[in-house]
């Protein structure tokens, strides 16, 4: 594949930046939740 | 959705993991059609796979802004002002800064094929920069002082302002001589200007930025409850705890 480099990149920057971005949201989700009482979490 | 579908610590329901797993699919087949499956572009050649993941990018960052303004309005607007909905607003508006981003990076990088440069102070690119920028800084205004509400109002007056640039952005080659290419998909004369397998690309990756956008906004606004509810849970605490002092304080003198 021709400039594979930049077509390859552009695919991890994406992906990698929006797998970062999960992982720091699921991370704080559970430091947070677990000091917070069952009535403050609707979804539960 | 029943206490037992979520777990002990975190925002995870059966309904979320099963949007991850599809937007997980999705990603996968995005993958494999654009990276695989998809032909080279006759003028644009290898190049035209990073579309796959700058339009479907473009577009979500588009639909995330507008649910922050539709939200933003509803806790305006209605008579019960339910901080629900804004910290909907917050949260659809934070993926839509990440969407943006990932648009101007992936842009750049198709720009730096396409046209020889990684950037051009053109109508599109300077528009979407500015949008860009625009949102990073309602994404502050969240972050001033102040209780729940204060901070709901004036980010909610922040956002109706901001989508209108939007439209800017979108009609911006059209409005202005572009270096920017006009619109494939949604013409004006209807006219979709693509090959079968390569539109058929795009819907997949439509489909799953739309789950991945979906699945974080949910994430983000469970989050972002549970940050208001901590948030609450100080306060209370250090008000009783100032009324504590202020009935004992007497006795003490």
């Known amino acids: ?44 | 959705m029943a206490a037992t579908d979520a777990s002990p610590g975190g925002t995870a329901t059966r309904g979320t993991r099963l949007i991850g797993a599809a937007a997980f699919v999705g990603v996968a087949w995005l993958v494999a059609f654009g990276l695989g499956f998809s032909p080279a572009d006759r003028d644009q050649r290898e190049s035209v796979r990073i579309l796959y993941v700058h339009v479907p990018s473009a577009w979500l960052a588009y639909l995330a802004f507008v649910v922050t303004a539709v939200a933003s309005g509803l806790y305006l607007f209605r008579r019960r002002h339910s901080l629900a909905w804004d910290r909907l607003a917050g949260a659809s508006a934070e993926v839509g800064v990440l969407f943006m981003g990932i648009t101007l990076v992936s842009g750049m990088l198709w720009g730096r094929l396409t046209w020889g440069v990684f950037w051009e102070w053109d109508a599109r690119l300077t528009t979407t920069a500015f949008l860009f920028v625009t949102y990073i800084g309602y994404l502050a205004v969240r972050r001033l002082g102040g209780s729940h509400e204060q901070r709901a109002r004036r980010s909610a007056v922040v956002a109706l302002l901001a989508v209108l640039e939007i439209p800017l952005v979108h009609w911006s080659v059209v409005l202005w001589r572009s270096l920017h290419q006009e619109a494939s998909v949604i013409r004006p004369d209807g006219d979709v200007k693509m090959d079968g397998l390569m539109l058929f690309t795009l819907f997949v990756g439509i489909v799953a930025f739309t789950l991945l956008y979906v699945w974080l906004v949910i994430h983000r606004q469970r989050t972002l409850t549970a940050e208001d509810a901590l948030d609450d849970a100080g306060l209370d605490a250090a008000i009783a705890a100032r009324r504590a002092e202020a009935v004992t304080a007497p006795e003490a003198v």
């Open chain 1, 1 to 44: 594949m021709e400039d594979a480099g930049f077509i390859i990149g552009s695919y991890v920057i994406t992906f990698g930046a929006i797998a970062v971005y999960a992982w720091r949201v699921l991370r704080r989700s559970r430091r947070i939740t677990t000091r917070v009482p069952d009535e403050a979490k609707p979804w539960t």
